[in-house]
């Protein structure tokens, strides 16, 4: 028996399987297949020869949702607010991360003004009911879904956060009446949180991603079933924990950043197992490069964030996405040279794998520059046609009248800026210092770009897992399963009841324990974390600390929790006022179910490194390189750059000045020389 799992993205499907009787971990990966991302799923499971029937445990994240909000290809929305607040959606946010940008634009909201209905009912900001609700607005709303053809109704009530009883009566009056055709979303389930516009705002990308959702998810676990699977299909959350599908169908939004969020818990692992408590994992496929945090071995991961502009109320791992894959295309723009974010997908591709593809790649750049063996692309399973390479890359090199060398090493620059550019995103832009992380490159092209990325903002270390074309589906099979919950609580320090707090913390902890259990996790196995959403009496933001070790009904509570948000305040803004007023805005409770890791032995590879040379640039300079074959090293190796190491899911590209060596976890360790005394080759 396997567990599986599976990292659906848009270019590759890449998979991990662990066969605890022989200890043994196995990788590959297989063209994704756009039309029915189904497909792909199957397909990766006869690449590495394991059938359904033989699953124990089978988890996946997949780009489903995310990719219907990015091709702006979701359901059609009926949004239904409360009497009087039906422009809160269209009105949004006036505040602007880039007050200065000339070229902001504000994202087309995803339900216009005529497709918004009011029905009449209300609370006050106190919860107490002001208006009953108008059952004959509610049929209204019925009739005009009916006749529009909606996909979706988003139910976004005021103050619904405290008394969900209108949007409750709602929900059922629409159900009842429209069956399982339509997808009814109710504010209060998706995010019980103040703060209007972006508790709309979470609904609304619900709605119009859930239904995608609800139809592959749907298909396949019927695929699944049909097949001998016996055991529940698991979905990575974008807070990094799995559910089991039944919970991902009914809030798809948990699942939009559900791919990427894998290789941020692999981070996890690795950096215990390194004892390296902070990391930059950076993951660069074929359509996109995605950067997350560790930091103190546990993911970095906030209450809310953006997506395509728009506001999530919900845990998700802070995650900086540019595109900037192995497929992003080169073109000319005026006179100069541009890299991405289009991208050749899945299909055609980078022209190297002859299916049609006419635009230079950064892939076809590398191939260009030598730094691929064609022969063991994709362990062998893709022949790379090196001349169509080649041929797309000279025709764009005569047109801005560089060599061809040239020109493919400057598109590989562009890219590596592109993406240490995101790196810092996450990092300076954030008061953290890159030189303090150590840098995880994965993904199907992450590895040949790591070490190049790193010299550009200073990074001395980079580690390269085994298999790291498959490395966020291994992340998959070392995350726990996760649920998340919110409660309102606002107080000052002068009225915080503790035991209220107290209160409040206790019934969440029973929530959470019940609905870890639900998912088939044992009583011993599951852990509660507490935390509370804490500022400064005047301010907008939060921050959110954790309650652990601290006992709330103490006398002590109040200044120690203040502590530790004066100290965080300091680590985030650079600043603090310790002593000055707070306020306690809500409580956030995380159950966790520990699964069982897969504990994989390290085997000894037979072979020796060997000594095949072939010519690569580095720096417009062509350059006797190493060509090592992964499988034929062993911890304790070493080696220096320049050097190729190639294996079944990615090419490790090791540049002149680096050295490396061979861990015991078989982890690659680069060692970057400082950009101030040895350059890097590029």
């Not at 009446?177 to 504010?187: N, Y």
């Not at 930091?295 to 595109?323: K, Y």
């Amino acid at each position: 028996m396997y567990r599986v799992a599976m990292d659906i993205g848009g270019t590759f499907t890449d998979v991990m399987t662990y066969d605890a009787q022989t200890r043994t971990l196995a990788a590959d990966k297989v063209l994704s297949t756009p039309g029915d991302l189904s497909e792909g799923v199957f397909a990766a499971l006869d690449a590495v020869d394991v059938k359904a029937a033989d699953i124990d445990y089978f988890v996946h994240g997949t780009t489903q949702g995310l990719n219907a909000l990015l091709e702006r290809r979701g359901a059609k929305i009926l949004l239904v607010t409360t009497a009087g607040m039906g422009d809160v959606y269209q009105i949004a946010r006036g505040n602007r991360d880039r007050l200065f940008d000339l070229h902001y634009k504000k994202p087309v909201p995803l339900v216009s003004r005529q497709d918004t209905a009011e029905v009449r009912g209300r609370f006050s900001a106190a919860g107490d009911e002001l208006v009953p609700l108008s059952t004959d607005d509610v049929d209204a709303v019925i009739d005009r879904v009916r006749a529009g053809g909606y996909d979706s109704v988003v139910v976004s009530l005021l103050f619904s956060y405290l008394d969900s009883a209108h949007e409750v009566a709602i929900g059922e009056r629409l159900r009842a009446a429209l069956g399982d055709d339509v997808l009814v979303v109710l504010s209060h389930d998706v995010a019980p949180e103040w703060r209007e516009y972006e508790r709309t705002s979470s609904a609304a990308l619900e709605g119009y991603t859930g239904p995608s959702v609800h139809r592959y998810l749907d298909r396949i676990e019927t695929e699944f079933t049909a097949n001998g699977l016996e055991v529940p299909v698991h979905v990575m959350q974008s807070s990094g924990g799995l559910v089991q599908a039944d919970f991902a169908r009914r809030h798809p939004l948990q699942t939009l950043l559900s791919g990427p969020v894998g290789g941020t818990m692999g981070g996890v692992a690795v950096s215990r197992l390194l004892d390296e408590p902070n990391i930059i994992c950076a993951d660069m496929g074929g359509t996109s490069f995605d950067v997350s945090l560790v930091i103190d071995h546990a993911p970095d991961v906030s209450p809310d964030g953006h997506v395509e502009g728009f506001p999530l109320l919900m845990p998700m791992v802070n995650l900086h996405t540019v595109g900037a894959g192995g497929g992003s295309i080169a073109y000319r723009e005026s006179s100069a040279l541009r890299v991405g974010p289009q991208s050749a997908g899945a299909v055609p591709g980078p022209a190297c794998y002859g299916n049609g593809g006419a635009d230079a790649t950064v892939t076809d750049a590398n191939c260009v520059l030598g730094r691929v063996n064609p022969a063991a692309f994709a362990g062998g399973g893709m022949s790379l046609d090196v001349d169509a390479s080649h041929k797309v890359v000279s025709a764009l090199a005569a047109d801005l009248e560089l060599d061809e060398a040239e020109l493919a090493g400057g598109i590989c620059d562009i890219s590596n800026a592109h993406m240490a550019q995101a790196i810092r995103t996450l990092t300076v832009d954030h008061g953290l210092e890159p030189n303090d992380f150590a840098l995880l490159a994965f993904g199907g092209a992450g590895p040949m770009h790591a070490a190049f990325i790193a010299a550009e903002i200073g990074i001395g270390r980079v580690v390269v897992p085994k298999s790291p074309g498959a490395f966020s589906a291994w992340g998959m099979l070392e995350a726990d399963i996760r649920r998340d919950f919110t409660r309102q609580f606002f107080a000052t320090r002068e009225t915080l009841d503790q035991q209220s707090l107290s209160d409040v913390v206790t019934e969440l902890t029973g929530q959470a324990k019940e609905a870890i259990l639900i998912q088939g996790m044992d009583a011993d196995r599951i852990t509660i974390e507490h935390f509370v959403d804490m500022r400064y009496e005047s301010q907008d933001s939060t921050l959110t600390i954790s309650l652990d070790g601290l006992d709330i009904l103490s006398d002590d509570f109040q200044q120690n929790v203040e502590d530790r948000f004066s100290t965080a305040h300091e680590q985030r803004y650079g600043h603090s006022t310790p002593g000055a007023p707070v306020q306690y805005v809500a409580i956030r409770t995380t159950g966790l179910g520990k699964v069982t890791r897969a504990e994989a032995d390290v085997e000894r590879a037979a072979g020796d490194v060997g000594d095949v040379t072939m010519p690569v640039y580095f720096g417009g300079e062509q350059l006797d390189t190493h060509f090592i074959n992964r499988d034929n090293l062993n911890p304790g190796d070493t080696f220096a750059g320049p050097a190729i190491v190639y294996e079944g899911t990615a090419t490790t590209v090791v540049p002149p000045g680096c050295d490396c060596v061979v861990d015991e976890h078989d982890f690659i360790l680069i060692t970057v020389p400082a950009k101030s005394t040895k350059k890097v080759g590029a």
